[in-house]
């Protein structure tokens, strides 16, 4: 079964930075497709990033240039480098892999104006 723990959310005041960390059990993240996913207060779940095995990456525009989707295979950890943060980043932040395992806890951010 696989088990996904997300960590490194906090409260940080705009402009600011924090690195959030996804570490997998149960499936090697080598081969497979990575994502970043939030929930803010009161919407629904929406996708962030996503990184294939092969290199390709995306990012919704509100993020594009400030957030970066990474992995370390050997560790199977997946991050989220994220710089600039806004008031509007505050969420729960969650990562899964494909194909889409059950939620873990996530990690909650929340960026002070």
């Known amino acids: 079964q696989v088990q996904l723990v997300e960590s490194g959310g906090g409260l940080v005041q705009s402009g600011g930075s924090l690195r959030l960390s996804c570490a997998v059990s149960g499936s090697a993240i080598g081969g497979t497709t990575i994502s970043w996913y939030r929930q803010g207060p009161g919407k629904p779940r929406e996708l962030v990033a996503v990184?294939?095995?092969?290199?390709?990456?995306n990012y919704v525009a509100p993020v594009k240039g400030r957030f970066t989707i990474s992995r370390d295979n050997a560790k199977n950890v997946v991050y989220l480098q994220m710089n600039s943060l806004k008031p509007e980043d505050t969420a729960v932040y969650y990562c899964n892999i494909i194909p889409l395992q059950n939620w873990g806890q996530g990690t909650q951010v929340t960026v002070s104006s």
């Open positions: 990184a294939t095995a092969t290199g390709t990456i």
